[in-house]
Every structure is written in C-alpha cells, then in structure tokens.
C-alpha cells in the first residue's frame, strides 16, 4: 500500500506557483520522498527527491518539513504542460533496499490559462 | 525521450492468447522493471530484473514472466490472457538497484487490449 496522502485533484492558473502537498507521517529515517509526474498516459517522470533537506532543480523544488512528516512539491512557473498526475513516493534507499516504487492515487493538477 | 524505448506501442488480442511487451533499456542501464496501470488498480509494480538477474517481484500473476537477456533487453509474457489484463504497461530502466541517484525513467508503455 501507498505510504503518501495527496490531495485527489488541485488547479493552479498558468504562470503561478503550483505546490503540491503530500503526507507521509509514517516515514522511516531511511526512507527518501521522491516525486513523479505522468501527463496523460505517458510513463511516469521523474522530478526530484529528497531526505531532510530541501532540494531544487531546473524543474521544481522539494520542501520537507522538519520531522519529515509532509512535504511540498514547487512548480515556481507552472504551465499548460505540466497539467498532469503528480505521484509522491516515500522509499528506501541504501544496499538492499528494494527499489521498486509503490505509486498512490497521486493528486492531478490542471493548470487553468 | 526518456531513451527506453517499447514496442509494440499498441496490442489487442483475444482471451485467452499470449503476448509478448519488449523494453529496451536506456543505454548503460542495468536495471529494468515492469509496471502495470489499469484503471482500477493503477500503477503496480511488476517485476524487477537486475544484470540479467530478477531482484524483486511485485504483484505479478503467475500466468505473466519476464526475463532479462545478456544484451539488457527485457521481454513481458501474458499468457491465458483475460479481460482484465487489459491495461497500459510500463517498462523502467535505471543505471543501479540501490544508491541516493537512482531515479527511474520510464518508457511510452504499450497499451494491451484483450477482447
């Protein structure tokens, strides 16, 4: 079973920030948040991920509160294309760990012109 | 372009048949994996194959196996195909099975209708 709550369905009108909230209030201290997207039966794709610190890169950013029970997904420009679903994933990572990922409802952002 | 590549992109067939979904890692990637997405289950993870070994396995039916072969690509087989098989199938590659940059990129999937 998914480990993440996400709201089913968000709007955001284009050229605004679009963040995206996720509950993951059981995480273990070797689990890591990672965030996918799929736009309309396209494969999954990957965004960014992190573990306690907030991460950043050329798509979105990735803020996780201190006792890492929830965490937000920026998208600081959003736009047309990036209307999709948005997977949150709480996983392990480290020798052994199975690498499979386990995929939620997922929340479906529509951005609004 | 995520750089895995599936063929075919789109299958329909009978009950009962069997099929095979091809996946072509994206080159340097050792590690391939198999989901499948269907209206009411969503996403789920298959199988995983590792070097041509299998690393893990999700909820895969006994009727579907896969296998990795020395050239990394991997093939899917359904068999005894059933209504409910139909769905849209994912493959993944990734460059390792563990480690902090590990993310998985996934390919256009092939869409299975069986009627």
């Known amino acids: 079973d998914a480990k993440t709550t996400q709201p089913p369905s968000m709007d955001c009108a284009e050229g605004r920030a679009a963040n995206l909230p996720c509950n993951h209030s059981t995480i273990s201290g070797n689990e890591y948040v990672y965030w996918y997207r799929q736009i309309h039966s396209q494969g999954p794709q990957y965004i960014i991920h992190g573990l306690k610190n907030n991460e950043t890169n050329e798509m979105a950013s990735l803020i996780i509160t201190e006792d890492r029970k929830s965490s937000t997904l920026i998208l600081p420009h959003a736009t047309l294309r990036d209307t999709a679903v948005y997977y949150c994933i709480v996983r392990p990572l480290g020798r052994g760990a199975t690498n499979k990922l386990i995929f939620g409802t997922g929340t479906l952002l529509a951005v609004q012109p | 372009d995520s750089g895995v590549t599936q063929t075919p992109k789109h299958l329909i067939t009978a009950t009962g048949q069997r099929v095979t979904l091809r996946c072509s890692p994206r080159s340097g990637d050792l590690s391939v994996y198999w989901y499948q997405q269907s209206l009411d289950q969503g996403l789920q993870f298959l199988i995983q194959?590792?070097?041509?070994?299998?690393?893990a396995k999700g909820n895969i039916l006994e009727r579907f196996s896969a296998q990795q072969f020395p050239d990394l690509h991997s093939e899917l087989n359904l068999s005894s195909l059933e209504l409910g098989d139909s769905a849209l199938y994912f493959c993944a590659s990734s460059a390792v099975t563990s480690g902090w940059n590990n993310e998985q990129f996934f390919g256009p999937g092939t869409r299975l209708t069986v009627l």
């Open positions: 194959y590792y070097n041509g070994e299998e690393r």
